[in-house]
């Protein structure tokens, strides 16, 4: 067993408010995994919700457990130290129950990895099972590993809004207090698998929203608010509003440009925001409706000018690369719209982000096909190579070989 490892646990928790630690006397024990490192699980969502409700459970203590940064798992492999929870330090195989939460398919390879380390197989010790919107999308992945698959929201999660629990610097969103103000989204583009995890779609109340913004507010002065469209929410102006009446801002995880208008950037900028993201998909209209995303060109346009006087100039642009039916002229559109986003107002700095197009499965498009890599890597260089010639735009693309991974985790 490994001194090193436990100090490291005890230090990453001694930074945390929020983490409860019980006693196990006569309780079910269970130990929740995220299957990614601390720095990327403790900005899930899901790990915070799953955690807070066990706990509150007199008959239950629930515990937590990441996959090692890499240095770490070499002190593990040569130390022989299993995978230890942060509460107690206390080895995995101690526990009643190990329960993993997988957002992603691309972290199915840490599970065997945890599993592996710490010499647990399904059968043999403490009882293994799963959950989390990988698992909802694709159970089928998880049946041979595990002894139970849980989909859909976990028991007794469903009916209020999900939100931090555990407050740390040491994670991507831990200037945070993460509020989930829906679950799933109202609308359905053809490619996203959201609608299909989170289904069917639920709006939490603005009465609901702030109570669980209140519980953040002793430690975070900035409001994560979580949904698919939630400046769409029917509250949100009175949510925003109520969080700077408390001398705190907001950050949306998502913004559709056809829902900004003047009170909304006002909003935004009150809020201290200087980058926005939005997510045309697609470079021409056309080709965005034929992926069911019915946001008219306009409607990003109007949106730059409207974001830039009111001194948000950084704009940030998703699109998709290798759709089904893309044309040449759909990519050169890319070309032109952003050049038009740049022209209206979007002084600062401009990022294009591409994502070759993954098939999801149970989406609209679950059936279609992968582009050719070679077709992606040629289309994505041209891309890049046109729009490094706009100025003053930042080039961005994922890796159409970890894309195409990503594609055959779900077979
Ligand atoms: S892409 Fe965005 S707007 Fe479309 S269904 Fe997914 S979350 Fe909703």
Known sequence: MSWNIKAKLKQTLKAEEGSIIKDRGGKATYLLIYPNTYHVGMSNLGVHNVYRILNERDDVVCERAFLPEKADLKEHKRTNT?????????????????????????????????????KIKKGFGPKLIVGGAAVTLNPKLFERQFDEVITGNFEGSGSLPARSAIWTRDTEFGSMHLVEVQRGCPHRCRFCAAPVIYS??????????????????????????????????????????????KGATFSPSSVRADRINRQIAELLKISGHRTITLAPEAGSEALRRAIGKNIPDEKFFEAASLLGEHGIRQIKLYFMMGLPRESDADVRAIVEFVKRVKGQGASGKITVAVNPFVPKVRTLFAGERFAELNELKVKIARLKKDIGKIGGVMFKAESPVQALREYEWQK
């Open 82 to 118: 299993p995978i230890l929870s942060y509460e107690s330090q206390r080895p995995i195989n101690e526990f009643d129950i190990i329960a993993f939460s997988v957002a992603y398919e691309n972290d199915i390879p840490n599970i065997q990895t945890i599993l592996e380390l710490s």
């Open 200 to 245: 069917p779609f639920k709006q939490f109340s603005k009465e609901e929203v702030v109570k669980a913004i209140d519980v953040g507010l002793p430690y975070r002065k900035k409001i994560g608010l979580i949904g698919g469209d939630v400046l769409g929410h029917k509250d949100f102006i009175d949510i925003a509003e109520y969080i700077h009446s």
